[in-house]
């Protein structure tokens, strides 16, 4: 599953300016400032493994991928003292708990509809330690949605020049992202397109989904495009 997306996502990101260290950083104080003595956590939808590469510098790190490219690259960059295990967040047990469960960039959007998110939130929840902290980052609210939105990327490095042009729309409540890839390295050209679909939620989900797995549900702004960072400690 997005096998040549994931190829190329680490320079996409690094070309957009995403700041993986600042964001890591505004999630271990989230989580610090609700459990102080806080050592475990673990990273649902981690991707390549870039959050992890800076929370590791505060807390015991271990990731979790549904997507065998992406795992497979946090792995080789993370090495063997940070596992990342294979599994869906709607489903996954580790047969342990933590301090801290994320999920960021969005990630929770891929839950396609009110029972699917709440069977991840649930299944996080589960992994949370009594008192434990989740966060996680919604993706855009119904009312938040343009149609319409268009936009083009290019990045340049010394090993791979891309382009990239996001075209968009809403079906119903999904929102439609295909990705148009333009990569060029010294093996060639290579043209492809990656389709995402993202179910977005409203924020009474969101809340009652918290609410549902035992975390009272608290928003922190600041994300792009005014999304929100949802915040609970699980109970008792």
């Not at 475990?40 to 939808?45: E, P, Q």
């Not at 079906?171 to 990569?183: A, E, T």
């Not at 990656?194 to 009652?208: N, V």
């Not at 549902?212 to 600041?222: D, H, I, K, L, N």
Request: with cysteine; charged share 25%; aromatic share 8%.
């Amino acid at each position: 599953m997005y096998e040549r997306f994931a190829d190329v996502y680490d320079v996409m990101n690094r070309g957009a300016g995403k700041d993986y260290e600042a964001e890591a950083a505004a999630v271990a104080e989230l989580v610090r400032a609700r459990r102080p003595d806080a050592q475990s956590l673990l990273d649902v939808a981690c991707g390549t493994g870039e959050h992890l590469r800076h929370l590791q510098q505060w807390l015991a790190v271990e990731g979790l991928e549904l997507s065998e490219h992406m795992a497979a690259i946090a792995r080789a960059k993370l090495g063997p003292d940070v596992p990342v295990h294979a599994g869906d967040m709607r489903s996954f047990d580790l047969g342990r708990t933590f301090d801290a469960v994320t999920c960021m960039f969005s990630s929770i959007g891929y839950a396609r509809d009110a029972a699917q998110l709440q069977r991840a939130v649930t299944t996080m929840a589960k992994h949370l330690a009594p008192g434990g902290v989740l966060v996680f980052d919604a993706w855009l609210l119904p009312e938040q949605w343009h149609d319409g939105h268009r936009v083009a990327h290019a990045v340049n490095e010394a090993d791979v020049a891309l382009a990239r042009l996001d075209t968009s729309y809403r079906q119903g409540r999904d929102s439609v992202l295909d990705f148009h890839f333009v990569v060029a390295t010294s093996d060639g050209v290579d043209r492809f397109t990656e389709r995402h679909e993202l179910t977005m939620h409203t924020a009474a989900e969101y809340e009652a989904a918290l609410r549902s797995a035992g975390c009272a549900p608290e928003t922190v702004p600041g994300l792009p495009d005014g999304r929100l960072r949802y915040v609970g400690v699980r109970s008792g």
